[in-house]
């Protein structure tokens, strides 16, 4: 069936380290693939989506790109901060339903 | 921005009750509500999509006289627990989505966290 899967974490950095999170799916149309964000206390926000290959999704300095030949949608970003520690999910839905299925969440925390 | 509350954030009961969890859209109208479960170290799992004025859709594997939705109005869906047993407890997240929006856009809740003993 369809799925996702993320790296575990947590994921430690120091400010201004270069951070990758590996998403890969599997999934039986061509999905749209999105990663949300998760800060303490609050609800899931979305981070960045992309509807078709070679798309590529960024905003708040984080990118991801939909690799279709590796079915894979890793979220980079250049130099994080403290204020990027959270819980990130990626996530995918097919066609036009509603239906968002979910990796596991990778928790990063970045240290001063 | 557009903003989803749950209530209430946490709750514990004891087994063979009953509890509901509120979800609300505070600030725009959500003709579609998505109810998720989460537990630890695992994904969120779609339980059941609810539109408003209709019954809820539920996802294989979930129990519909077990978890009771009612999306009553454009604002508000509730989920209860019914007869909870200890293996219900979990997080509960739901979601929703602006009627004026695009397909792609889930606003979600802080989640509920409930404990059953």
Not at chain 1, 38 to 65: I, V
């Amino acid at each position: 069936g369809d799925s996702v899967t993320q790296m575990e974490g947590p994921v430690t950095l120091s400010e201004e380290a270069f951070l990758t999170i590996n998403c890969t799916y599997t999934a039986t149309g061509y999905p749209s693939l999105f990663w949300y964000v998760q800060y303490p206390g609050e609800g899931l926000q979305l981070l960045l989506k992309a509807t078709k290959a070679d798309d590529k999704g960024s905003n708040k300095g984080f990118e991801a790109t939909y690799r279709k030949e590796t079915t894979s949608f890793h979220l980079e970003k250049g130099s994080v901060q403290v204020s990027d520690s959270a819980v990130y999910f990626c996530a995918l839905k097919l066609g036009n339903t509603d239906k968002l299925i979910f990796g596991t969440g990778t928790r990063l925390q970045v240290f001063p | 921005g557009a903003v989803v509350s749950q209530h209430p954030s946490w709750v514990i009961c004891k087994s063979g009750t009953s509890v509901k969890i509120e979800c609300r859209s505070l600030d725009f109208q959500a003709t579609t509500m998505f109810w998720y479960r989460q537990f630890p170290k695992q994904s969120l799992m779609l339980m059941a999509t609810s539109n408003e004025g209709s019954k809820a859709t539920y996802e294989q594997g979930v129990e519909k006289d077990k978890f009771l939705i009612n999306h009553a109005s454009l604002t508000l869906s509730t989920l209860t627990v019914t007869s909870a047993h200890p293996e219900d407890s979990s997080f509960y997240i739901c979601s929703a989505r602006d009627a004026s929006g695009s397909t792609d856009t889930q606003y979600f809740g802080p989640g509920t966290r409930l404990t059953v003993l």
